[in-house]
């Protein structure tokens, strides 16, 4: 055995101790599971209409974009969605990634210098934490949700640009972030907001525009949208939306977007169509607040803000205890332990989905209810 072999073995053991290991598991083997753990909130992953489309592409462009975007990766579709995009968010423009994940390294990466002061809300995605990692600016991390404290941080510093990094609503917890406050506190301090709306395009808002759009902040050029195209959308891929000034400053100065291969021709057919479906049938989003109500009825707790419910639990063992016994009842949850979640508590993580029908909902609510009781 290598030095190497024996690093891994002691982090292993490390891992198991903790309670803190890791595996992958197949949802295509074994009995199916009622999802609540999943990001498709609407079960557009699966859609006919959606599920032609990313044949369609497929068919039409190849199985992979084959390049760069500025090389040869660019194909008309990515164009149509942009603009769809922009037009759903109430923005000027889009710029399409091959995920979420990188949408967030290029917008903190591009947009940073060594004279940028990135203000960052503590329990922000991990991939807005890697950006700030990879920026050339000066970190700092507000705790959560403190609109004060970001002032302060804004008001005292010395550099001549500012970042703000949020998002619309969290991904462990749920809550929504006080984006109207936070946006005045940037227009204050000539500060640009960048807000992650990944769990609420699709789902928050007037429509499911999302956060931004519901306060009547899209559009402004000191605020700039990320999101997903994984989550209600079902497909895979993000985005950036704002001016078309942003658009093209990225276009040449993202190295998420600039190295790396355009976003594949299925998903991104994929993801257009689901847009389309969730504009033209807002009934969808209604249906996931519904459901998020349920469950949130049948765990005792507030009804969230989006399609996400959290559960603290005394540990990570018991939390891993909570999510088998949902299996073996016939539902599917989430399970998050530290580091994944920003406060170090292990939780349970549930989320909505708007096509499951009444006799699922009340399914899951009583096997949540025995669940959370135990």
């Known amino acids: 055995m290598t030095s190497f072999d024996t690093w891994l073995d ?15 598991s197949a949802r295509d083997h074994g009995r199916p599971l009622l999802d609540l753990a999943g990001n498709d909130y609407h079960g557009l992953s699966t859609h006919p209409a959606v599920v032609e489309a990313a044949v369609a592409a497929t068919r039409r462009f190849g199985a992979g974009a084959g390049a760069s975007r500025l090389v040869s990766g660019t194909v008309s579709l990515h164009g149509e969605l942009e603009s769809a995009l922009a037009r759903f968010c ?24 060594p004279g940028t002061l990135i203000v960052s809300d503590a329990h922000v995605h991990a991939s807005l934490i890697d950006g700030c990692r990879l920026a050339r600016g000066t970190v700092a991390v507000a705790p959560h949700n403190d609109v004060a404290a ?11 640009r500012a970042l703000v990094l949020i998002e619309t609503i969290y991904s462990v917890l749920g809550d929504a972030a006080p984006v109207a406050d936070l946006a005045e506190v940037c227009r204050r301090h000539g500060a640009v907001l960048v807000a992650d709306e990944a769990h609420a395009i699709g789902v928050a808002g007037r429509h499911g525009r999302g956060l931004l759009a519901e306060f009547g902040l899209a559009g402004r050029t000191d605020v700039i949208a ?28 993202a190295r998420t977007f600039i190295y ?24 969808r989003v209604e249906r996931v607040r519904f ?14 803000a ?11 063992r ?40 009444d006799e699922e909902l009340g399914f899951a609510a009583k096997v949540l209810r025995e669940v959370v009781t135990a």
């Not at 970001?150 to 001549?160: D, G, H, S």
């Open 10 to 24: 002691k982090a292993a053991q490390h891992r198991e101790k903790a309670g803190m290991t890791r595996r992958l």
């Open 90 to 113: 109430g923005s000027q423009a889009a710029l399409v990634f091959s995920t979420g994940y990188h949408a967030n390294l290029g917008v903190v990466s591009g947009l940073s210098s």
């Open 150 to 160: 970001i002032e302060r941080l804004l008001a005292a510093r010395t550099q001549q």
């Open 226 to 253: 990320t999101m997903t195209l994984s989550k209600s959308l079902g497909s895979q891929g993000g985005a950036v939306v704002g001016s078309a000034s942003l658009r093209e400053h990225l276009i040449n100065r």
């Open 260 to 283: 790396d291969t355009g976003l594949a021709p299925a998903a991104t057919g994929g993801a257009l169509a689901a847009l389309e479906l969730i504009e033209s049938e807002p009934v």
């Open 291 to 304: 459901a998020a109500a349920v469950l949130a009825e049948a765990c005792g707790v507030d009804p969230p």
């Open 306 to 316: 989006g399609a996400v419910l959290s559960m603290s639990m005394p540990g990570p």
């Open 318 to 357: 018991q939390a891993v205890a909570a999510v088998a016994a949902a299996a073996s009842r016939g539902v599917r949850i989430g399970c998050f332990r530290p580091p994944s979640t920003p406060d170090r508590i292990s939780r349970l993580r549930f989320t909505a989905h708007g096509h499951h029908s």
